[in-house]
């Protein structure tokens, strides 16, 4: 199962456009440039920005004897690689300003000027560039940057998350979400908060995994999803009651009916 924007990132990527993928942590921007590498046919190489980043680290250095050391990034724009620039909103921007002649096919390394295997595409990924009030230590990409990369936006994939775990779980994180949202945090609830929820619940390790994962260090915010969840729990489990009731089951007129239909649309599809 793959986001329901994997195509559309497919084909942008393998018309030769760089693109930078956006989106809250946790909604597989790392995954898509990996499968989107393997859908290519192309290998697959990565650096993680941060502060520290220099620019030797992306397009090498000449040791103190003259040899030219290549970098990862070097190697994979001679070969043809896809290569990802994760969390490029981490980096520093002067550093990022040396691959800014990519669009023209060449590069400027230490050892000379280099024109880039055909095959050689660019991803980047980073968060939302309206919240670094919730992902501390970034910046917003100034537009010398954004203008060279299609921006595209993943959105939490619901059915994606409902593939990696259950239909139980991705109800509780939602209600999580809804209880986040509602009472002004910004905490994000991710992906990777529903997947860890799933595997502590499904290997029995944890007596209440979401409050571990997702409600650790919110104790007042706890309470009110207890109190929201036994509520929840009812509903669901009256709608299940509902959607598997057969005839005889039925209680009054409208019960009867909706099996009815149901039966009659089930019959029809």
Do not use: C
Request: aromatic letters at 10%.
């Amino acid at each position: 199962m793959k986001h329901s924007k994997f195509e559309y990132v497919k084909q942008i990527v393998d018309a030769g456009i760089n693109v930078l993928l956006t989106g809250e942590a946790g909604t597989g921007k790392t995954t898509i440039a990996m499968q989107v590498a393997e859908a290519l046919n192309l290998p697959f190489s990565s650096y993680t920005m941060t502060k520290q980043t220099s620019v030797n680290a992306l397009i090498g250095f000449n040791s103190i004897n003259g040899t030219y050391i290549p970098s990862e990034f070097r190697k994979a724009y001679e070969d043809g690689h896809l290569f990802l620039l994760d969390e490029i909103d981490a980096a520093d921007p002067n550093v990022l300003l040396v691959l800014n002649t990519l669009e023209n096919g060449y590069i400027a390394f230490p050892d000379g000027i280099v024109k880039g295997h055909p095959n050689f595409r660019l991803m980047a990924t980073a968060n939302p560039q309206d919240q670094h009030n919730i992902y501390t230590g970034r910046s917003k990409l100034d537009f010398s940057t954004m203008d060279r990369y299609f921006i595209i936006n993943l959105e939490h994939d619901h059915k994606l998350e409902l593939t990696l775990t259950d239909e139980d779980t991705v109800a509780s994180i939602e209600l999580a979400r809804k209880v986040f949202q509602e009472n002004g945090s910004s905490k994000v609830v991710t992906m990777r908060d529903a997947i860890r929820t799933f595997k502590l619940s499904k290997a029995n390790l944890d007596d209440n995994p979401i409050k571990s994962t997702v409600f650790m260090f919110e104790p007042t915010l706890w309470k009110v999803f207890e109190s929201r969840y036994e509520i929840f729990k009812q509903e669901r489990a009256e709608a299940k009651r509902k959607a598997n009731m057969q005839q005889h089951e039925a209680v009054t007129i409208e019960e009867l009916w909706n099996v009815i239909n149901r039966e009659v649309n089930d019959g029809n599809s």
